[in-house]
């Protein structure tokens, strides 16, 4: 007989069994937890790279500024067409002014992705506004929204995305005409022309700028504004004022938009085209000579 004996249970189990499988299961138990552990180290990574692509920081492709005012007969824009990535350019030949409907005009400087996709979300309110069936969408004689109602629409947009740290960094210039309403009106439209920026601040004004407008045409608009300017006169102040920029702003540049809102014609946007600057270097100011230089051109 083999003098190793073992104790077994009433089934024939042997007793030392329960004991050789516990470091097993102990085993199992840890690379259950350390894979756990893993996921959950892998699922948070995830979420902080998708909140980081989704969250705009600062503006990478942007626009410089726009200039507008109210004349005669309705309101003029304009903007020059390039972008900087930076500073460098990154194109000379991109509009910044979006016609919506024929009738309202928005424009914008700033982060040119997030301009997109306001005209986007702009596009999408419109159709669902005046639309009023199926038929209605290749109706030309549907309702179109008023110019007021769609800055105040933008006005709830950027402060809401604002508000979420995740802001549209533009400043957006709405221009277009509101309808008469009430018993004393006089039966015309009237122009409507006001600016919405990133934190969703309003300003309705006959006269804007936005980016380095603000600083350096503003000033320029107030001093030879009226309100009975004819179309030529209110054309060659925002020239005067976007070649003021192209000197004074190295982000923008000679080549520029006009844009117009009348109630005949509805939203005009011209051709880019250039400014014509051949002899202004040529002026007092910007030949005085500075440091004790006599008559050098030195600055």
């Given at each position: 007989a083999s003098a190793t004996t073992h104790t077994t249970h009433a089934h024939g189990m042997p007793s030392s069994l329960p004991v050789a499988i516990s470091p097993l299961l102990r085993r199992l138990a840890s690379t259950w937890i350390i894979t756990a552990l893993a996921a959950?180290?892998?699922?948070?990574?995830?979420?902080?790279?998708?909140?980081?692509t989704?969250?705009?920081t600062r503006p990478i492709v942007t626009g410089t500024s726009v200039v507008g005012l109210q004349y005669k007969d309705g309101i003029l824009l304009a903007a020059d067409t390039m972008l900087s990535y930076g500073s460098m350019v990154k194109s000379f030949q991109t509009p910044r002014m979006k016609a919506i409907q024929g009738q309202i005009l928005l424009a914008a400087s700033g982060e040119y992705s997030d301009f997109q996709e306001i005209c986007q979300q702009v596009d999408a309110l419109c159709l669902?506004?005046?639309t009023e069936s199926m038929t209605s969408i290749y109706d030309d004689d549907s309702r179109t929204i008023p110019a007021r109602n769609v800055w105040n629409y933008l006005r709830a947009v950027l402060y809401?995305?604002?508000?979420?740290?995740?802001?549209?960094?533009?400043?957006?210039?709405v221009a277009g005409l509101q309808?008469?309403?009430?018993?004393?009106?006089?039966?015309?439209a009237k122009p409507f022309l006001g600016t919405v920026?990133?934190?969703?601040?309003?300003?309705?004004?006959?006269?804007?700028?936005?980016?380095f407008g603000a600083y350096l045409a503003l000033p320029l608009m107030r001093e030879h504004w009226r309100p009975d300017l004819e179309?030529?006169?209110?054309?060659?102040?925002l020239e005067d004022c976007m070649k003021v920029l192209f000197f004074r702003d190295c982000r923008a540049s000679a080549r520029i938009q006009l844009a117009k809102v009348t109630e005949d014609g509805g939203v005009t946007i011209s051709e880019p085209y250039e400014l014509d600057h051949s002899n202004a270097w040529?002026?007092?100011?910007?030949?005085?000579?500075?440091?004790?230089?006599?008559?050098?051109?030195g600055w």
């Open positions: 959950a180290i892998f699922a948070s990574n995830a979420r902080i790279g998708t909140m980081a989704k969250h705009t669902e506004e005046t809401r995305k604002r508000s979420q740290m995740n802001p549209f960094w533009n400043t957006v210039v309808p008469p309403s009430g018993a004393d009106s006089d039966g015309k920026d990133k934190l969703g601040t309003t300003l309705q004004e006959p006269l804007v700028a936005t980016g179309e030529g006169e209110a054309r060659a102040l040529s002026a007092p100011s910007l030949q005085r000579a500075v440091g004790d230089l006599s008559g050098d051109g």
